[in-house]
């Protein structure tokens, strides 16, 4: 099985550029903590992948009172960001930042929910995305629900929608050089799946779409739940 494609080491540029490299990136993150709060309880235990600079998971905390949350990250930089945003915060107490990827993580016990941002498209379809789908249901009680917001193989309409997102990206401010390789991993350097091909490797790690919750170009974000 093939490692994550790529990781995110400079976590400054990961904030100056994220929003310009990804159309509608703020609403995409606003709706896990939504989410989360209207379906679990307060004392809730959460699980983030890939938490990047942990400003997900410090809104996460306070969308939930009471609830802990474990937000793993593999770069040593962005789990050095997470940290400092954590303490920043006062959630030092409620968010432990591991620096791990979810294959390394030692499960100490079920969590109620993850949410999985940005990460899926990074793992190839050659028995390690599968693994990591398995990974993540392993992770979660029996009906425990996640949020998996990633880019999608969206067939004919690939090329279009592309397009589209690049000029996007151009107009909030995106560099050309940077807008060029934007479009060379969307048309190539990502692993994107078909919404069958995903159904088909989440039925196989004991995961279902329960809802579809934000589209923008080929960005889908989705809720999953473990099946019993």
Do not use: N
Request: charged content about 25%; glycine content about 10%; some cysteine.
């Amino acid at each position: 099985m093939t490692a994550v494609v790529k990781r995110f080491d400079d976590a400054g540029q990961y904030e100056r550029e994220i929003r310009q490299l990804l159309p509608g990136y703020d609403v995409l993150h606003a709706m896990p903590a939504a989410v989360l709060g209207a379906v679990l309880g307060e004392d809730s235990r959460v699980l983030v992948v890939g938490c990047g600079p942990a400003h997900e998971a410090v809104t996460l905390a306070r969308a939930l009172p009471g609830s802990l949350l474990d937000a793993l990250d593999p770069s040593p930089a962005m789990v050095a960001a997470a940290r400092e945003t954590v303490r920043a915060a006062r959630m030092m107490e409620r968010i432990r930042v591991v620096q791990a990827d979810l294959g390394g993580f030692v499960l100490e016990e079920h969590y109620d929910a993850a949410v999985v941002m940005l990460v899926g498209h990074m793992i190839p379809d050659d028995g390690a995305r599968e693994e990591f789908l398995r990974q993540l249901a392993r992770a979660l009680r029996p009906g425990g629900v996640a949020i998996l917001a990633e880019l999608e193989d969206t067939g004919a309409a690939h090329g279009v929608l592309v397009e589209a997102h690049v000029r996007c990206a151009l107009e909030a401010g995106l560099p050309r050089e940077r807008a060029e390789t934007l479009r060379g991993r969307l048309m190539g350097g990502f692993h994107l799946l078909t919404r069958e091909r995903l159904d088909v490797l989440l039925s196989r790690a004991g995961l279902k779409v329960k809802a579809e919750l934000f589209r923008a170009f080929g960005m889908v974000g989705r809720v999953l739940e473990r099946e019993v």
